[in-house]
């Protein structure tokens, strides 16, 4: 299939994709989440492969959904489209996903980091929710996943204050499960992958089923709690100011309406 916003490779069994729109730090446009779901979907149906990594660059694992494509979106056509419904895709896939976090893992980026497996981190890694500078909340799943896995004070803060984890602190909460130097991340998360790769697959598919039931038990009510929180949002003059104020690169007014 020919891609046009990422990049497709198998490496041994791991099926690697790379995020590749670098001008705009990776940042997920419809476009490129269809293909990315269609990616890992492919690698899921092929016997040759029995891992994934996704990854970005050293400078951006990706910085959110692109602003600019729904700045100027209603909150009754965020709704009828649906755009989030395609993060949800990855839930459905029955190997491993790794994710190799290099730069900056932000708002749709940090969501989608959160919904694969495990994470493997680069000294450089900074994950963050900044929703709140743009008016809205995370829609992808942060609220949600963020708590499970932070707790309730540090999601707080993430979420409400737009607190940056560098990569040390995303390791002491568990957010990743390892920091290596940036000429390693992705070397490292290929290792790991290729190992389990290597593993009885029907056990390792099992177990990922097994591990997700409890960790996404009472999940979905969650996501679709606050996916319909972020719609709503964009009925409010405080979106339309907080997106314009981003692509104008000033500060935004807030006026509360
Ligand atoms: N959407 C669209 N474009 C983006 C983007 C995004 N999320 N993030 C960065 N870009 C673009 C910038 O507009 C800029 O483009 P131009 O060169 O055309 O101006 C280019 O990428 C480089 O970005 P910066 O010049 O801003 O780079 P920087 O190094 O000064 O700053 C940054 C880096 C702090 C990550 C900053 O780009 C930033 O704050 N980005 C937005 C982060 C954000 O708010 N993400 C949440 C998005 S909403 C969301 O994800 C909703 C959801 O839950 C589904």
Same mark, same amino acid.
Request: aromatic fraction near 6%.
């Given at each position: 299939?020919?891609?046009?916003?990422?990049?497709?490779?198998?490496?041994?069994?791991?099926?690697?994709?790379?995020?590749?729109?670098?001008?705009?730090?990776?940042?997920?446009?419809?476009?490129?989440?269809?293909?990315?779901?269609?990616?890992?979907?492919?690698?899921?149906?092929?016997?040759?492969?029995g891992?994934?990594?996704?990854?970005?660059?050293?400078?951006?694992?990706?910085?959110?959904?692109? =602003?600019?494509?729904?700045?100027?979106?209603?909150?009754?056509?965020?709704?009828?489209?649906?755009?989030?419904?395609?993060?949800?895709?990855?839930?459905? =896939?029955?190997?491993p996903?790794?994710?190799?976090?290099?730069? @900056?893992?932000?708002?749709?980026?940090?969501?989608?980091?959160?919904?694969?497996?495990?994470?493997?981190?680069?000294?450089?890694?900074?994950?963050?929710?900044?929703?709140?500078?743009?008016?809205?909340?995370?829609?992808?799943?942060?609220?949600?996943?963020?708590?499970?896995?932070?707790?309730?004070?540090?999601?707080?803060?993430? =979420?409400?204050?737009?607190?940056?984890?560098?990569?040390?602190?995303?390791?002491?909460?568990?957010?990743?499960?390892?920091?290596?130097?940036?000429?390693?991340?992705?070397?490292?998360?290929?290792?790991?992958?290729?190992?389990i790769?290597?593993r009885a697959p029907?056990a390792v598919r099992?177990a990922k089923?097994?591990?997700?039931?409890?960790?996404?038990?009472?999940?979905?009510?969650?996501?679709?709690?606050?996916?319909?929180?972020?719609?709503?949002?964009?009925?409010?003059?405080?979106?339309?100011?907080?997106?314009?104020?981003?692509?104008?690169?000033?500060?935004?007014? @807030?006026?509360?309406?």
């Amino acid at each position: 299939m020919a891609y046009t916003s990422i990049l497709v490779e198998t490496r041994g069994q791991v099926g690697l994709v790379t995020l590749n729109r670098p001008q705009s730090l990776n940042a997920l446009n419809h476009a490129l989440m269809r293909e990315l779901m269609d990616a890992l979907e492919a690698f899921d149906k092929n016997d040759a492969v029995g891992a994934m990594v996704i990854t970005g660059n050293d400078k951006a694992f990706a910085a959110g959904a692109d =602003i600019k494509e729904m700045a100027d979106e209603s909150a009754l056509e965020m709704t009828r489209n649906d755009h989030v419904a395609v993060f949800g895709r990855i839930r459905t =896939i029955r190997k491993p996903v790794i994710a190799a976090v290099s730069g @900056w893992a932000l708002g749709g980026g940090c969501e989608l980091a959160l919904s694969c497996d495990m994470i493997l981190a680069s000294d450089s890694a900074k994950f963050g929710l900044p929703e709140i500078t743009l008016g809205v909340i995370p829609g992808a799943g942060g609220t949600q996943r963020l708590v499970r896995v932070v707790g309730k004070a540090t999601a707080m803060e993430v =979420i409400l204050n737009d607190r940056k984890l560098n990569a040390q602190e995303a390791l002491h909460f568990g957010l990743v499960n390892r920091v290596v130097p940036v000429s390693e991340y992705l070397n490292e998360a290929l290792k790991l992958a290729e190992e389990i790769a290597a593993r009885a697959p029907l056990a390792v598919r099992a177990a990922k089923r097994a591990i997700n039931h409890s960790y996404e038990s009472f999940l979905k009510d969650g996501l679709d709690e606050e996916k319909q929180i972020f719609y709503n949002l964009f009925g409010t003059e405080d979106q339309k100011e907080g997106m314009k104020a981003f692509v104008e690169k000033r500060k935004p007014k @807030w006026t509360g309406k």
